[in-house]
């Protein structure tokens, strides 16, 4: 019964801010690296962060400065706070969560449903 939700998409105004959840259940969410991506209207999906289960994290370079990852591995829960939000932004934000032990994912990789962010004035 693994199973991811994302909640807290909607409309922002560019300039405006939203924050993204990732609601994991059926896993053992401490050993699972976390993550968000986004596909946009006609492109493929792309990356947009990570989180280790150490709380590393990584950006892509289009979000660097504007947006923040984080989780809360009591609540099961992976965030995704948005700044400075940009009409480029608009897309269906998906998390994802593997599991690695050693440095290494391992079994499957679990995807979301997607909440959809647009920006627009």
């Known amino acids: 019964q693994e199973q991811l939700v994302e909640s807290g998409g909607g409309l922002a105004q560019p300039g405006g801010s939203l924050r993204l959840s990732c609601a994991a259940s059926?896993?053992?969410?401490?050993?699972?690296?976390m993550g968000w991506y986004r596909q946009a209207p006609g492109k493929q999906r792309e990356f947009v962060a990570t989180?280790?289960?150490?709380?590393?994290?990584n950006y892509a370079d289009s979000v660097k400065g504007r947006f923040t990852i984080s989780r809360d591995n009591a609540k099961n829960t992976m965030y995704l706070q948005m700044d400075s939000l940009k009409p480029e932004d608009t897309a269906v934000y998906y998390c994802?969560?593997?599991?690695?032990?050693?440095?290494?994912?391992?079994?499957?990789?679990?995807w979301g449903q997607g909440t959809q962010v647009t920006v627009s004035s």
């Open positions: 059926g896993i053992i969410f401490s050993t699972r690296s």
């Open positions: 994802t969560a593997v599991r690695v032990q050693g440095g290494i994912s391992i079994g499957s990789r679990y």
């Open positions: 989180i280790s289960t150490g709380g590393d994290t």
